[in-house]
């Protein structure tokens, strides 16, 4: 519990693995091989599942929502790799990663701690959408 004043396991970072590429949103969206990031291979893998969708339509799909995940729309918060992977599993699968990664924001914002941060990261990263 810590600093926090809550348990909080870990600041997750996640991608989606499909057709042996690692999709993640870094500086743009990016692939790699999968565990060839910057950040080596994962400390856990959670499968959500197969999908039928075809390769040539998720590049068609990561191109279309490319804008959205630019450097520049880059925000700790609200617009990171958790985001991304959210929206490319539900476009896969149907599915949204575990809540426990989507809802970390607004968990950690709910600490003491985390209104104590808040004024730094907004002022990094811009107002924070969540409460």
């Not at 520049?72 to 599915?95: A, M």
């Not at 426990?100 to 003491?112: E, K, Q, W």
Request: proline share 9%.
């Amino acid at each position: 519990m810590g600093f926090t004043g809550r348990q909080i396991d870990g600041i997750w970072h996640t991608s989606v693995v499909v057709y042996g590429k690692e999709w993640y949103f870094g500086l743009g969206i990016l692939n790699d091989i999968p565990g060839g990031t910057l950040l080596g291979p994962p400390l856990e893998i959670i499968e959500m599942g197969e999908t039928e969708v075809p390769e040539d339509t998720i590049l068609e799909y990561i191109n279309e929502i490319r804008p959205d995940f630019t450097p520049d729309k880059y925000h700790l918060l609200d617009n990171n790799c958790n985001t991304f992977s959210n929206k490319f599993c539900e476009f896969l699968t149907g599915r949204n990663i575990p809540d426990y990664i989507i809802n970390l924001p607004a968990d950690f914002l709910s600490t003491p701690m985390g209104r104590q941060f808040r004024p730094m990261l907004e002022s990094m990263f811009g107002p924070s959408r969540h409460p």
